[in-house]
Each structure stands twice: as structure tokens, then as C-alpha cells.
């Protein structure tokens, strides 16, 4: 393995990091800032039920169960804080900024 010798500026996992921290920040702070919009509200009561009832109620409705069995993982953690209801979404946007070093051409 060839190792180079490159400045601090120069290391990509560096600049990787920084731009996943600024991620993290950008995406949580003010996260409570705003009231809840009608779909987070309908995602907070679908949260509410128990598992089983969730898949139950979605089979009328076209929304995948994930994020909703999901969230209600998150409520029974964090509570029902506007926080805590938008504590997946906002993870979620994190995990897809972590996507991008990931598969890179050579």
C-alpha cells in the first residue's frame, strides 16, 4: 500500500468529517424551531400505535409501515417532542450525506 504524505488540507477523510459534522449541525439545530406541519402531525398519531395496529391501518392507506414503525421507536425513547418527531427524519438526511464517500470511482 502507497501511503503519500499530504497536509492536513489534503486528507479527504477530513474534509469528509467536516462536512458530515456541518451536516449534523445544519440539519439539528433548530429542529424545534417551527410548529409541526400536517403530515408530521399524521406521522406523530400513526407513531402512537402499536406496532400491529400500524401495519393494520396501512393496509388502507399507500405509505410504506417502515417509517412509521420506526418512529414509534423513536416516541418511545425520546417522547413526543416536536424534537423527538423529527429526530428520524433529520437522521435520515445524516445518513445520506455519510452515503457520499462511500462509492467513488478510482
Known amino acids: 500500500m502507497h501511503h503519500e504524505n499530504k497536509p492536513w488540507y489534503g486528507q479527504t477523510r477530513l474534509?469528509?468529517?467536516i462536512i458530515i459534522l456541518l451536516a449534523v449541525l445544519v440539519y439539528f439545530s433548530g429542529i424545534?424551531?417551527?410548529?409541526?406541519?400536517?403530515?408530521?402531525?399524521?406521522?406523530?398519531?400513526?407513531?402512537s400505535h402499536s406496532p400491529g395496529e400500524?401495519?393494520?391501518l396501512m393496509?388502507?392507506?399507500?405509505?410504506?409501515?417502515?417509517?412509521y414503525?420506526?418512529?414509534?421507536v423513536v416516541v418511545s425513547l425520546f417522547g413526543k417532542s416536536v424534537w423527538a418527531?423529527?429526530?428520524?427524519?433529520?437522521?435520515?438526511?445524516v445518513g445520506l450525506v455519510c452515503l457520499g464517500p462511500g462509492p467513488r470511482r478510482r
Open 85 to 93: 418527531l423529527r429526530f428520524l427524519s433529520a437522521l435520515g438526511a
Open 15 to 17: 474534509w469528509w468529517f
Open 32 to 47: 424545534t424551531h417551527e410548529s409541526l406541519w400536517f403530515d408530521e402531525v399524521f406521522s406523530a398519531r400513526m407513531a
Open 54 to 56: 400500524i401495519l393494520q
Open 59 to 67: 393496509t388502507a392507506d399507500n405509505h410504506p409501515p417502515l417509517y
Open 69 to 72: 414503525l420506526l418512529l414509534s
